[in-house]
């Protein structure tokens, strides 16, 4: 019995002792924390939007427990920033936080900036301040950066209307031009929420402007959602619109970046790029595509379905990347209407070792094409009146598909499509080049 109780006493002397040293907290001013990052950083945002939320770990590698008196941000929450410890929000201060050795603290900060009044993106920051219990301050640094916008949102365009800005619009649901009025775009970025679009039937005109979604933070630290397609619907050129024309315009990260139901447009030097849809989808309608490139979709990056089609000096390639069910890089067909397709001094090519294809869908309407100084990777047919010094790309050429390219980083998502001068497209000045 007496040999019992010993063993009881020892054994709750060290469990008394060892709750005691994992339960010591010192005030020596050399016991600090760790921090899992240097700084905060939150990607650009559009001023009174909401940010992520954004996290970091409070470490304590000293012997000894540490407690934190006070958390405070130093602005005092005129900032925008919010900032959760381990489970409390500062409002503005926090107290008593306790972080036993070897022990953790998770941070999640959000911040919703406010209007600055500037045209371009301003550096907003804040100190998160840690006053530990021996009277030492700790801080971690805060910053985003914060462009004021305007806001659009079910917008209709009922007369000749001209938007120009120097401060980036983000549309919401959408902007719709009715027949008979011009919508004019100038030296404007629209950023498209998502589900937004932008549907004319009257007239578009577009000058030096960026279409896109409006997703500005990243998906991972090496993945911005500017890269993710799908963001928003994309522009709709629709029955009776006529007359259309867009130049030294981008339009990317789209469902389906353009599409044209019985209409004209005529596109100058455009970039259409990463889009879960078509890039191009041209449906019986009369379509200008000169210096462009127009790249990685998951439909057809162009598709002529019936219409006068026209394509010069530019670059079509199909490297989409999230998806193996990838289509053409150019189809075209009969449609209702005919057609008739114009192709001249421009590259096509991608991943499959056919990305050109050509259907007669209705053999009792127009079937008629012409490829005229043109690489294209598809099979090679005998010279004719249709097919005109053609370079036929295959698999096995020492400069096919990618290696056309300044750049084609799959791991980042990142795509440079400026031609390369090892290309033989580029002494030939075939696809878009770049000078």
């Not at 990607?43 to 970091?56: I, N, Q, R």
């Not at 120009?164 to 902007?175: G, L, N």
Request: proline content about 2%; charged content about 25%; overall charge negative.
């Amino acid at each position: 019995m007496i040999r019992r109780l010993f063993f009881f006493i020892c054994i709750c002397a060290v469990l008394l002792t060892a709750c005691k040293d994992d339960d010591t907290f010192s005030t020596n001013r050399s016991n600090v924390l760790s921090f899992s990052v240097d700084t905060v950083k939150i990607d650009t945002l559009f001023s009174t939007v909401p940010s992520a939320t954004y996290g970091f770990w409070v470490h304590n590698h000293s012997g000894d427990g540490i407690r934190i008196a006070t958390a405070r941000l130093e602005r005092g929450g005129q900032s925008g920033f919010r900032v959760n410890v381990d489970g409390t929000y500062l409002d503005p201060v926090g107290h008593d936080f306790e972080v036993r050795k070897g022990d953790s603290l998770l941070v999640f900060v959000e911040v919703t900036t406010h209007e600055n009044g500037m045209d371009g993106p301003q550096l907003v920051e804040d100190n998160l301040l840690f006053t530990l219990e021996s009277g030492v301050v700790q801080k971690m640094n805060l910053r985003t950066w914060s462009w004021d916008a305007e806001k659009i949102s079910s917008l209709r365009i009922n007369a000749d209307t001209t938007i120009e800005s120097s401060r980036p619009i983000i549309v919401y649901d959408s902007i719709t031009v009715a027949a008979g009025a011009t919508l004019t775009l100038r030296s404007t970025e629209l950023y498209f929420h998502d589900g937004a679009h932008l549907t004319v039937r009257g007239r578009l005109l577009a000058k030096d402007c960026l279409l896109r979604g409006d997703r500005l933070d990243h998906m991972f630290d090496y993945l911005p959602y500017d890269r993710i397609s799908g963001q928003w619907r994309g522009i709709r050129l629709l029955k009776p619109s006529l007359g259309n024309q867009m130049t030294n315009c981008e339009i990317r990260n789209a469902e389906d970046a353009i599409l044209c139901d019985s209409t004209e447009l005529v596109m100058t030097n455009c970039v259409v790029h990463n889009n879960n849809g078509f890039g191009v989808e041209g449906r019986n309608s009369d379509i200008t595509i000169d210096y462009c490139q127009i790249t990685n979709c998951l439909d057809d990056c162009l598709l002529a379905d019936g219409g006068i089609v026209s394509v010069n000096h530019s670059t079509i390639a199909q490297f989409y990347p999230y998806s193996a069910q990838r289509r053409a890089a150019l189809r075209f067909d009969t449609g209702r209407r005919g057609i008739l397709l114009n192709c001249s001094n421009t590259l096509v090519t991608g991943y499959e070792p056919d990305v050109v294809f050509g259907d007669q869908n209705d053999t009792t309407l127009a079937y008629k094409f012409m490829f005229e100084n043109c690489l294209l990777r598809t099979d090679s047919v005998k010279a004719s009146e249709s097919m005109k010094n053609i370079i036929w790309e295959t698999p096995k050429d020492s400069i096919e598909g990618e290696k056309h390219f300044r750049e084609i980083d799959n791991a980042n998502f990142y795509y440079d499509f400026t031609i390369d001068s090892i290309s033989p497209a580029f002494s030939r000045h075939i696809g878009r080049i770049i000078e």
